[in-house]
């Protein structure tokens, strides 16, 4: 049985594709445009670096799991936001939300293949488990939707779940 893996795939469905409790990563990204993506706050990211960020960690995420080398190495976290984005780029933002989908759902196939004994494994040598791995992406996620949400409220463009 594998219930520890189906109890990541439940809250990986619930922070990106359902509302229940709190909205999920889509709704929080529904009908933003590029403008509004690429809006900040001071001190805060804009929600297309936010975007990005969230498909760095998620692809790396993938990466640890698979055993495989992440070809992308920023020289430190701020890099995996990139740029505020242009305000004008629909095309651009809409690439950038349809990857982060690609990604999600590629995280999801990955952890579907996991049964809960190599979960308990460590993902590289001297490294905690891939079961710490994925509870510390998917509340990773979810702080992040949090500030995404946050963001629209603070751009009235917030419609709710």
């Known amino acids: ?31 933003v445009s590029a403008a509004e993506a690429a809006w900040t706050s001071p001190g805060s990211n804009s929600i297309w670096q936010i975007v990005n960020h969230l498909i760095f960690w998620n692809e790396d995420a993938i990466h640890r799991i698979k055993g495989t080398e992440n ?8 890099e995996t936001f990139g740029h505020p984005g242009d305000p004008e780029d629909e095309m651009g933002w809409s690439e950038s939300v349809q990857r982060l ?6 995280l999801r196939t990955v952890i579907a293949e996991l049964d809960d004994e190599k979960l308990k494994a460590p993902y590289a040598a001297d490294r905690y488990s ?8 998917m509340m990773h996620d ?20």
């Open 101 to 106: 989908d690609e990604v999600m759902n590629k």
């Open 1 to 31: 049985m594998q219930v520890i893996t189906n109890m990541f795939l439940e809250q990986l469905d619930m922070h990106f594709n359902e509302n229940e409790w709190f909205a999920s990563i889509k709704q929080g990204l529904n009908e």
């Open 71 to 78: 070809p992308h190495k920023p020289k430190d976290n701020e």
């Open 130 to 137: 891939i079961e710490r791995l994925l509870n510390n992406i």
């Open 142 to 161: 979810s702080y992040h939707l949090g500030q995404i949400v946050l963001l629209r409220k603070q751009q009235s463009s917030w419609v709710g779940v």
